[in-house]
């Protein structure tokens, strides 16, 4: 079981919209509708942001956005804020009962 | 308000087993509405599922992980358990606690505990 690939960072200027992916393949991210997204800040613990590709649990903002197609899910944050610098990452179901996250994606705000 | 807080030794030998306790408050433990997950995360790096229970009879390890872990529950105290056997200083981590709704395969992870460091050091 390999974790997600996630690209290390990103960064976007306040205002903007940014994509982060999250590859895997036909025996995770491609195989079910079944990842989730989790926001990290500093010292603090993971938060979730989406779930089951694309559902917002109540309090984040529409801001966030998931989707997938194939093995590849992203997550897409529209007007980018200061408040949305932290790590973000993926995590998806794969078989057997198993879980696996991606390995993070650092997001900077300029 | 849901809460779950981690608790265990800070500090565990090489090839000994690090031990944990999650304790569960706000809501009932034995509701059968959720998953009960232990997660690390190694200084700097990033997130690992360790594993996931349901029940005392119901349980999911991280296969890389499989032959040294094992997850229990005491419903009568609120709490969930974590052991590692054989660990090194690769088992160095924040280790948290999170619940997930029974009903998603995604298994949303909605409450976490704040972590707690375990260093494995002699």
């Known amino acids: 079981q390999s974790a997600l690939t996630q690209p290390r960072s990103l960064s976007g200027s306040p205002g903007q919209s940014v994509a982060i992916s999250c590859t895997g393949t036909?025996?995770?991210?491609?195989?079910?509708?079944?990842v989730s997204w989790y926001q990290q800040h500093p010292g603090k613990a993971p938060k979730l942001m989406i779930y089951?590709?694309?559902k917002r649990p109540s309090g984040v903002p529409d801001r966030f956005f998931g989707s997938k197609s194939g093995s590849t899910a992203s997550l897409t944050i529209s007007g980018l804020q200061a408040e949305d610098e932290a790590d973000y990452y993926c995590f998806s179901y794969a078989g057997t009962y198993t879980w696996v996250f991606g390995g993070g994606t650092k997001l900077t705000v300029l | 308000q849901v809460q779950l807080q981690e608790s265990g030794p800070g500090l565990v030998k090489p090839s000994q087993t690090l031990s944990l306790t999650c304790t569960v408050s706000g809501d009932s433990i034995s509701s059968g509405s959720y998953y009960w997950n232990w997660i690390r995360q190694p200084a700097g790096k990033g997130l690992e599922w360790i594993g996931r229970?349901?029940?005392?009879?119901?349980?999911a390890y991280n296969p890389s992980l499989n032959s040294r872990v094992t997850m229990s529950v005491d419903t009568s105290k609120s709490q969930v358990f974590l052991k590692l056997n054989s660990v090194t200083a690769a088992d160095t981590a924040v280790y948290y606690c999170?619940?997930?709704?029974?009903?998603?395969?995604?298994?949303?992870?909605?409450?976490w505990g704040q972590g707690t460091l375990v260093t494995v050091s002699s």
């Open positions: 089951d590709v694309d």
């Open positions: 036909s025996s995770d991210v491609g195989g079910y509708s079944y």
């Open positions: 229970l349901y029940t005392s009879e119901s349980k």
């Open positions: 999170a619940r997930a709704l029974v009903g998603s395969g995604s298994m949303p992870l909605e409450y």
